[in-house]
């Protein structure tokens, strides 16, 4: 099963409220990584984890942060959504820790903040 | 920084005729992985083609693409396109060396392929 899960699919937010996304795999992969995606721009590494160290991103170092509880789960969090965050939320794992390793996507998180 | 720069943002073709999405890069890894990435309405994006070698023709699925590192370009092509290749496509390259790390994409070029 090569299947990325993320929840929920659709989020509605208000502005100054934290958001909590969530993303499962259940390959055993070694990395886990969030990507911003939003209209006409291609998509954005937020951060990864790589086993259990957590990497973020320079530019967008403050605005989210992730934890990895076990292998299988990763969330992304919003401490104060501004409605510069709302975006499509993409969820990705992979094997190892090359950069060479096909990276499995989730579906998306479409976060809409009012 | 790196960058990946895919030109059409929609590529229109008729079924049965070829289709070609342009990818060049910018990096400053010294070796680099290439990916062209998928994504079908509604769905996860999926990987399609993958290099790490020069000059090296890579194919699935009927599509193929070539890494010269020569012109810094990936281009896609594929000698037959069906109504089931209607996607987004995106190119996207990461540094090969040891250490995690993430994608760097394009912006996609949109293919709609019709009867």
């Known amino acids: 099963d090569t299947t990325v899960k993320q929840n929920p699919r659709y989020k509605l937010a208000r502005v100054g409220k934290p958001v909590n996304l969530i993303c499962s795999q259940t390959?055993?992969?070694?990395?886990m990584y969030w990507y911003q995606k939003k209209p006409n721009q291609a998509p954005k590494l937020l951060l990864f984890?790589?086993?259990?160290?957590?990497?973020r991103e320079a530019d967008t170092f403050e605005k989210f942060q992730s934890s990895r509880p076990n292998n299988s789960f990763c969330s992304l969090y919003i401490g104060s959504a501004g409605l510069e965050y709302s975006a499509m939320y993409l969820c990705?794992?992979?094997?190892?820790?090359?950069?060479?390793?096909?990276?499995?996507f989730g579906p998306g998180t479409r976060l809409t903040v009012l | 920084g790196d960058s990946v720069t895919q030109t059409e943002g929609l590529v229109t073709v008729t079924e049965g005729l070829p289709v070609k999405l342009n990818c060049t890069y910018q990096?400053?890894?010294?070796?680099?992985?290439f990916f062209w990435y998928v994504q079908y309405l509604n769905e996860a994006p999926q990987v399609l083609l993958r290099?790490?070698?020069?000059?090296k023709r890579t194919e699935h699925q009927g599509f193929h693409a070539t890494l010269h590192k020569s012109s810094s370009s990936f281009h896609l092509q594929k000698s037959s396109a069906q109504l089931s290749d209607s996607a987004l496509y995106y190119c996207?390259?990461?540094?090969?060396?040891?250490?995690?790390?993430?994608?760097?994409f394009g912006l996609g070029t949109r293919v709609s392929v019709f009867p």
């Open positions: 390959m055993n992969h070694d990395t």
């Open positions: 990096t400053t890894y010294l070796t680099i992985a």
């Open positions: 990705a794992s992979s094997r190892g820790g090359g950069g060479s390793y096909e990276q499995y």
């Open positions: 290099s790490s070698t020069d000059n």
């Open positions: 996207a390259l990461s540094g090969s060396n040891n250490y995690a790390q993430g994608l760097t």
């Open positions: 984890y790589y086993d259990k160290i957590l990497n």
